[in-house]
């Protein structure tokens, strides 16, 4: 298990020495957000009834544009053989690189969201429902990019297969994401979506490390 | 669990294995047998199925037919055993620019589930003289630098099987001879190697592959 934590830590430090990409997802996140109130005006309750939506999406599109390092990096200088052949079950390792991914990317959607929540005029509940709906949902975006990560890793410049791959697959927490705030704010209970949300986590945290590992091995042929 | 230590398993029996590779037939009918302490060269021009052979020994590649096995334990009910008797250096370097050199060594150490503790580190830069450039980020290494660092990665943990892809590749003479003192202490060890390679290494080779060059016919499924 130690090789598990290892492989987590070695994915973290290289997200930090080589920042830019993890800049680049909170930058395009919140740049997204913020042409909103300038595009469509100020006025709040406007910009509250499409918020939810809004972040929604722009943290979906932030998520797809990082995923293409997830495996692309390491396949191309041949680490990937190398983590492959550790003692590690493959499908650990693809768990392992895409917590690593969640951290140094949906993490930081999460940590952004109150933020762009204040700016897009969310208040009282909604406010706090979308960070909860934020914090249980990006692991799920992770968890199901890393399926169309692994399976592109062997395509140059494979950014619109992967959205292609993935978007699909994102609909539902897209769904019940904004489901949950927008139940929210018309005072109903967020519950049932929120408890949707972790169903869709449960079902990805099983499901995409199996999928993932199943695509790697047929890339590393 | 140092796999040294368990002289059961030896020996690496490869039986009748045959490689397909995009439906076209790279070698077929290929039956050897690496005893502990021994060296196999595997030798044939280019495009013969060195590589191939190479990864499909490692497990990166599965064979059309034919069966590998450990003592006389198959290898594929157990892949964990085996990917712990296979060390394994392709033409790619696998060497993280954003690492230092060391850096580079330790993570590989912890992934492979390797003893823990700098000697470790320190032998592995030792023995191919990398010690001067242990704090170097890796990005500034020449060619030969990065192919000594790669090698290095073999003293990290112990593995059985030793899979060398052109090893020789970039070295200059010393490092060529630093390989060889390496290929002859692991061998001294009752390891064993298989290596492709154009130029002879100084090392006391039991058996040479030969394969002939792919005819790539084309395969009626």
Sequence with gaps: ?221 | MNTYDDPRHHTFTADRLTCIRGQRLVFSDLSFVIRPGTATVLSGPNGSGKSSLLRLVAGLLKPAVGTMTWGDELTRPDPEFHRRQVGFVGHQDAVKPAFTVAENLRYWRAILGGASGENVIGAALSAHDLGHLADLPARLLSAGQRRRLNLARLNLAPRQLWLLDEPTVSLDSESVARLETCLRQHLGNQGSALIATHTPLNVESSATIELAPATWGAIDE
Excluded: C
Excluded at chain 1, 10 to 37: C, E, I
Excluded at chain 1, 39 to 67: C, D, F, R, Y
Excluded at chain 1, 73 to 81: C, N, P, V, Y
């Design chain 1, 1 to 221: 298990m130690s090789e598990f934590f290892a492989l987590i830590r070695r994915d973290l430090v290289l997200a930090r020495r080589q920042g830019s990409a993890t800049t680049s997802v909170a930058v395009f996140f919140t740049l997204t957000v913020t042409l909103f109130p300038l595009g469509i005006g100020p006025e709040s309750a406007l910009l509250g009834t499409v918020a939810s939506g809004v972040i929604w999406v722009a943290a979906l599109l932030a998520t797809m544009l990082s995923l293409d390092r997830l495996f692309q990096s390491d396949f191309e200088d041949g680490s990937l053989d190398v983590i492959a052949l550790s003692p590690l079950p493959l499908e650990l390792v693809a768990l392992a690189k895409t917590l690593a991914h969640w951290l140094s990317t949906g993490l930081l959607l999460v940590a952004l969201s109150p933020l762009l929540g204040l700016l897009m005029q969310l208040d009282g509940t909604a406010y706090l429902t979308l960070i909860a709906a934020m914090a249980l949902g990006t692991p799920t975006l992770s968890l199901f990019g890393s399926i169309g990560a692994a399976l592109t890793v062997g395509v140059k410049r494979g950014g619109v297969l992967v959205s292609l791959l993935v978007i699909p697959l994102y609909i539902p927490v897209l769904i019940f994401g904004v489901g949950a705030v927008d139940a929210a704010a018309d005072g109903l209970t967020q519950r049932p979506h929120l408890l949707m949300l972790a169903a869709l986590f449960l079902f990805s945290v099983v499901l995409s490390p199996i999928a993932s590992a199943a695509a790697l091995r047929l890339n590393l042929e």
